[in-house]
């Protein structure tokens, strides 16, 4: 999912070659007022936006038909059948629960990396920018659509007016820093609940079937 998660932060690439590169700023003494507002367009972008939601829902939509074939493929009885198509409703539910338990460490991973990357004034003038409703709407369409669309007319404008301000030239001088900063982050989190994940779904799965759970999964389960 983390690839897909960022697909959405490559859209300002439109405007970067309009721009000469510039030298990054300059890493010493930086203020805790800066790292603030470093950690807040991280906030912006992982945690107040709706775009994990609807990446959940997207492959969701994907990945939980497939799963309730294989269900459906299993030799147990239509009781355990239907409590495991039952299970998998809820996972959509319980994979956003551990997504929103590592996103404040991201966000924290990310600001260390993103405010060495940008003044404080450009921080500020990115996140004013990724809070607008044009912006927020192509993020989500981009990111549900694995990066393949063109914007809507407005949307192209709210872009390039923004790539001729100093923070959206900044952004395409820098974005791509920041863009690898944020894969990174994200990158961990998946790292930290994929066990959990994976855990959590056989545990749901095997209580589902109960007496009927294989016993290569209760033997995955068992403590070692």
């Known amino acids: 999912?983390?690839?897909?998660?960022?697909?959405?932060?490559?859209?300002?690439?439109?405007?970067?070659?309009?721009?000469?590169?510039?030298?990054?700023?300059?890493?010493?003494?930086?203020?805790?007022?800066?790292?603030?507002?470093?950690?807040?367009?991280?906030?912006?972008?992982?945690?107040?936006?709706?775009?994990?939601?609807?990446?959940?829902?997207?492959?969701?939509?994907?990945?939980?038909?497939?799963?309730?074939?294989?269900?459906?493929?299993?030799?147990?009885?239509?009781?355990?059948?239907?409590?495991?198509?039952?299970?998998?409703?809820?996972?959509?539910?319980?994979?956003?629960?551990?997504?929103?338990?590592?996103?404040?460490?991201?966000?924290?991973e990310a600001a260390l990396e993103i405010r060495e990357i940008f003044s404080e004034a450009e921080l500020r003038e990115i996140t004013i920018f990724m809070r607008d409703p044009l912006t927020q709407q192509f993020m989500v369409r981009t990111m549900l659509s694995g990066g393949a669309i063109n914007p809507t007319e407005a949307e192209l404008q709210r872009v390039l007016a923004f790539a001729e301000t100093p923070a959206g030239a900044a952004y395409a001088a820098r974005g791509g820093d920041m863009n690898a900063a944020f894969q990174r982050a994200l990158s961990n989190a998946g790292t930290r609940i994929e066990p959990r994940i994976m855990r959590r779904t056989m545990e749901g799965l095997c209580a589902a079937l109960a007496n009927e759970c294989p016993a290569e999964i209760r033997a995955l389960l068992a403590p070692v």
Do not use: C, K
Not at 1 to 23: D, K, N, V, Y
Not at 79 to 99: H, K, S, V
């Open 1 to 108: 999912m983390s690839i897909r998660a960022i697909a959405f932060f490559t859209i300002l690439s439109l405007a970067g070659a309009s721009f000469a590169q510039e030298p990054a700023p300059a890493t010493e003494s930086v203020p805790d007022s800066r790292l603030a507002a470093a950690r807040e367009l991280a906030q912006t972008m992982l945690i107040d936006s709706d775009l994990f939601e609807q990446a959940i829902e997207s492959l969701s939509a994907e990945t939980l038909p497939r799963m309730r074939a294989r269900t459906n493929e299993m030799r147990v009885s239509p009781r355990a059948r239907t409590a495991a198509a039952a299970f998998l409703d809820t996972m959509p539910a319980m994979i956003t629960e551990e997504i929103n338990l590592v996103l404040p460490q991201a966000v924290d």
